[in-house]
């Protein structure tokens, strides 16, 4: 049996990040295209940080995903450019990112980059009285907040 | 005998590499031994950050030699004399005043050495400069909020400090030095002029102390080599620990 392009793109779309189980590596930007030669099948796919320790799991799973289709032979192209950013996230996948109780990313800009993200809210509450902890937190994309207004600590996705 | 283009570009990119690695192989030292839970955090994801550009630079510099050498091979079965890293970085991380001013002044450095590198004619550089450059502008950021806070803080931090830029300041010439590859590529636009990333460097070194309360060194003595592989004794014992397992047990995987 034969599978299309878009059959491999939507099964693939259904991987969630390793990290963040709620979001896929589609929705991630992190899926950057599929390619069908005859029975081989190129997955591109992109790192969110230079180090992200999550790319290896991504790749058996996409391996896996497509074995479980009986497709055999498939490789795995890892890409630096173009250059992976949190604007190729939609809105309804921060919306997710929200509920999980990750404050989304902003629009990125090099001042948000410099400075960081101007605009943070606290997923809970929703209050914009928020205090850094650490520009670094539980993963590479991640940093630490406090809420002053509920006083619950959350994770932001920095904007990148 | 003259070198062919691919392999200056293979030499370049194994300076950025092994500077990237070296730095992120210290400050993985940090792991459970920062000053607070935050910090240990902090320098951890620097430093995974740090091997992850690593890697993608040892991947390319292999990929372009006669050897083909992978990444791990680069890594583990390279001495002393054979790596390019810039002598900042295999200086011992110190106290937390000491590893704040040597990330201060490698951070800037890479800072605006990327934004130069992202107009490379070489366009997997290009790529992976814009890359390490984001990742870069949060070390940056991490390390100019530190210097403030200690330079500026109290009597102990201020001379901690100053105890650090009385050892660090010596290799702080040698990220801007050059030799006859830099000249070649920058010519082909494929490498950045380091006199130009230089005035920026000071630049932002001098508006940084001036808020941190510490005076900008007019001392122009340098020690200098990474480039041409004249490293302290500091990086053999780096090496040590980061290869020993791979040069004992040769293929061992898990």
């Known amino acids: 049996m034969t599978h299309t392009k878009e059959d491999i793109v939507s099964l693939l779309s259904e991987i969630p990040d390793p990290e963040i189980p709620v979001i896929s590596i589609s929705e991630l930007g992190i899926l950057r295209s599929v390619e069908v030669e005859g029975e081989k099948v190129i997955v591109t796919i992109t790192p969110t940080y230079s180090g992200c320790p999550a790319m290896r799991a991504i790749e058996d799973e996409i391996k896996v995903k497509l074995h479980e289709q009986g497709i055999k032979d498939v490789e795995v192209k890892l890409v630096y450019s173009p250059v992976w950013t949190t604007d190729w996230m939609n809105e309804e996948a921060k919306e997710k990112l929200r509920k999980y109780g990750i404050s989304p990313p902003g629009k990125r800009s090099l001042k948000n980059l410099i400075s960081g993200d101007r605009q943070v809210a606290c997923p809970r509450c929703g209050s914009t009285d928020v205090k850094l902890v650490s520009l670094f937190g539980s993963t590479a994309c991640k940093a630490l907040y406090t809420c002053n207004a509920c006083r619950e600590p959350f994770d932001q996705f920095k904007c990148h | ?183 070649i590529l920058i010519k082909e636009g494929i490498a950045v002029d380091l006199h130009e990333v230089k005035k920026d460097w000071e630049k932002k070194i001098r508006e940084v102390f001036l808020q941190a309360t510490l005076v900008f060194p007019e001392d122009n003595f340098m020690i200098t080599g990474g480039i041409l592989g004249n490293h302290t004794e500091y990086l053999g014992h780096i090496l040590a620990e980061m290869q020993i397992l791979p040069r004992s047990y040769p293929g061992a995987e898990w």
Not at chain 2, 81 to 105: H, M, S, V
Request: with cysteine; net charge negative.
């Open chain 2, 1 to 183: 005998m003259t070198k062919s283009i691919n392999e200056l570009i293979s030499e370049y990119a194994l300076r950025i590499g092994d500077t990237s690695l070296i730095l992120g192989q210290r400050l993985g030292e940090w792991c459970g031994h920062g000053p607070i839970l935050e910090e240990d955090i902090a320098l951890t994801n620097i430093s995974l950050d740090l091997i992850g550009q690593s890697r993608a630079f040892l991947t390319y510099a292999g990929s372009l030699e006669e050897k083909k050498r992978t990444e791990d091979e680069l890594a583990f079965f390279r001495d002393a004399r054979e790596y390019k890293n810039t002598l900042l970085a295999e200086q011992p991380n110190g106290d937390f005043a000491q590893t704040i001013l040597r990330q201060l002044f490698i951070s800037t450095f890479q800072y605006y050495f990327f934004d130069k590198l992202k107009q490379s004619k070489d366009a997997m550089f290009a790529g992976l400069a814009e890359k390490s450059f984001k990742e870069v502008a949060y070390h940056v950021r991490h390390a100019t909020e530190w210097t403030y806070r200690l330079g500026d803080g109290t009597k102990e931090s201020n001379d901690k400090m100053k105890h650090a830029l009385s050892e660090l300041w010596r290799y702080t010439g040698d990220l801007f030095l050059m030799n006859e590859t830099d000249k």
